[in-house]
């Protein structure tokens, strides 16, 4: 089974930039869908972008379209998230999870069984 590695987490200004990275070892990335969640504290685990197998078709949830972009290099084994313009609200701890299937209905954490330990984003001035 695949094991994930989220990195790049920190404290970032608002408006700024940040790229997460989610490396997976154990077995091929490119047969998983992968999917960037949140959480912030006293909140419950929220998804925010997927992205699918075969296609590369990529979703994103409403409170991220058009700032943030996820990419995958299969052949590093390795998904990204891009962050632009970041906002306080953005701060969380983010996690990258996988699953065999597509990204349909990657809205439920319910639905991926391997994920990351998770990566602390800061944002704040």
């Known amino acids: 089974q695949v094991q994930l590695v989220e990195s790049g987490g920190g404290l970032v200004q608002p408006g700024g930039s940040l790229r997460l990275s989610c490396i997976a070892s154990g077995d091929t990335l490119a047969a998983y869908a992968i999917g960037w969640f949140r959480q912030a504290p006293g909140k419950e685990r929220e998804a925010i972008s997927c992205?699918?197998?075969?296609?590369?078709?990529?979703y994103y949830t409403d409170p991220v379209k058009g700032r943030f972009t996820i990419s995958r290099d299969n052949a590093k084994n390795t998904a990204y998230l891009q962050m632009n313009i970041v906002k306080p609200e953005d701060t969380a701890v983010y996690y990258c999870?996988?699953?065999?299937?597509?990204?349909?209905?990657?809205?439920?954490?319910?639905?991926?069984?391997?994920w990351g330990q998770g990566t602390q984003v800061s944002v704040s001035s």
């Open positions: 999870a996988a699953k065999l299937t597509t990204c349909n209905g990657y809205g439920r954490p319910a639905g991926f069984p391997y």
């Open positions: 992205i699918s197998t075969m296609n590369g078709n990529t």
